[in-house]
């Protein structure tokens, strides 16, 4: 059974930034994607985050998060950032999201990424349901966090200050934004269902601002109360109880039509391959060997895919792979050779033919498929040099070095 993963990537953020972000997919095709944003000045890798990420992805929920410009592994200046910017920054990120994959349709926010989610849920149509996790009402309420500060940024127009252990600079402009927003009417519009979480005892956002969202927002709304769970939810047990109770939400507004589709049929003819889309993300294909065997092929998702089977070059390679350890285990048999196990490694790669000595091809690129051959057994040095002049007489590896005639016709 298939692991979900997440991985790596970049995009580009409002600022045209490189923003670090991780895409937490699930096992298989996601019936649906999920945007979530961090606190301020945290991070994607903030502990809340990655558990609620890791729920979802449980129920077939692909999830995006990232660090805001300037934070984590994001680039830019968190000086030249705002209220504004990290709004747009999601907008963003949903962009991407909606060009590689689908849009998200639930749409999570922790903090003061709570109330920027609200401020970017009117810009992503095809969100169907907003999660606050202790969120202000209004995103003026940060300015609290550097009170001492105030005077000199205004003053000054910039100053350095510490937040969580640490040091920002932060510029007037970034007061004047926050000043300027005011969240009810996209509260009050936001047409999507709401669910908010809050703490009675949050000591960073009193819970006056979840009475605040709560009742400038629209049914369907909820909340959840997280009795004495702290601002970060720092506490293990209190972040898997939020991810658990947004995935089981979720599940309401998400409905049957975001699960995948079902994929064609493919029934193969004995010794054919048929190959079909699945209908799911760009290239994900259903493959049947001989009417017999059922597997799926893919891209991975720095190429644009979904990553729900092995490439066509996995496939070749894995071809190559079957090949080889087959007529090693017929020859071994046959000579009666001590082998316990056969194994082998495979990768490919292009490089410059002018790098390749016994090459005919001498200008542009060639493939190379490195081949590494484990045989576990007693066998003298002598031996396994055969047994390594045997692999090359494998069908596959004759069949990729001889010429090949490919006719394509269209069905009728």
């Known amino acids: 059974m298939t692991a979900s993963r997440s991985e790596k990537i970049t995009f580009p953020g409002a600022q045209g930034d490189a923003l670090a972000a991780r895409l937490d997919l699930p096992a298989g095709p996601a019936r649906a994607f999920a945007l979530f944003a961090h606190c301020f000045t945290c991070t994607k890798d903030i502990f809340a985050a990655a558990r609620i990420a890791g729920e979802l992805t449980e129920h077939g929920i692909g999830v995006l998060r990232f660090d805001f410009t300037g934070l984590g592994s994001s680039e830019g200046e968190f000086a030249n950032t705002n209220f504004s910017s990290n709004v747009q920054d999601l907008v963003a990120a949903a962009a991407y ?20 989610m609200l401020a970017a849920a009117a810009e992503v149509p095809e969100a169907v349901a907003v999660a606050t996790i202790g969120s202000p009402y209004d995103p003026a309420h940060v300015s609290h966090l550097f009170t001492g500060d105030l005077r000199e940024i205004e003053t000054a127009g910039e100053a350095e200050v510490c937040l ?19 969240m009810h009417e996209a509260i009050a519009t936001l047409r999507k269902a709401l669910l908010v979480f809050h703490a009675p005892l949050d000591q960073t956002v009193g819970i006056d601002n ?10 369907p709304k909820s909340f959840v109360s997280l009795d004495d769970a702290d601002h970060l939810l720092s506490r293990r047990q209190d972040a898997v109880y939020v991810a658990g109770v947004i995935a089981a939400w979720a599940e309401r507004y998400l409905g049957e039509e975001t699960a995948p589709p079902p ?53 070749l390679l894995a071809g ?44 542009g690129k060639i493939d190379r498929i490195d081949r590494v051959i484990d045989i576990t057994g007693n066998l003298d040095p002598a031996t396994r040099s055969r047994m390594l002049e045997i692999a090359d007489k494998c069908p596959v590896h004759r069949t ?13």
């Open 97 to 116: 999201l909606r060009e590689t994959h689908q849009a998200p349709r639930i749409l999570v926010g922790h903090s003061l990424g709570g109330t920027a």
């Open 164 to 182: 969580v252990g640490r040091p920002f600079r932060i510029k007037k402009q970034f007061l004047d934004d926050i000043a300027d927003r005011r």
């Open 263 to 315: 994929a064609p049929a493919l029934v193969a003819e004995p010794d054919t391959v048929v190959v079909a889309e699945t209908g799911t993300g760009k290239y994900a294909q259903g493959v049947s060997v001989g009417g017999k065997h059922s597997l799926l092929a893919d891209e991975p998702v720095h190429y644009g895919g979904t990553d729900t089977g092995p490439s066509p070059y996995d496939l």
């Open 400 to 412: 990729l070095h001889s010429e090949v005639l490919v006719e394509s016709r269209l069905k009728e």
């Open 320 to 363: 190559l792979g079957a090949c080889t350890t087959m007529t090693l285990r017929m020859y071994a048999d046959r000579k009666g050779l001590p082998v316990e196990r056969l194994a082998v490694t495979l990768s490919h790669k292009k490089i410059h033919a002018e790098d390749c000595e016994q090459c005919e091809t001498q200008t």
């Open 210 to 219: 979840a009475t605040n969202i709560f009742v400038a927002a629209k049914h």
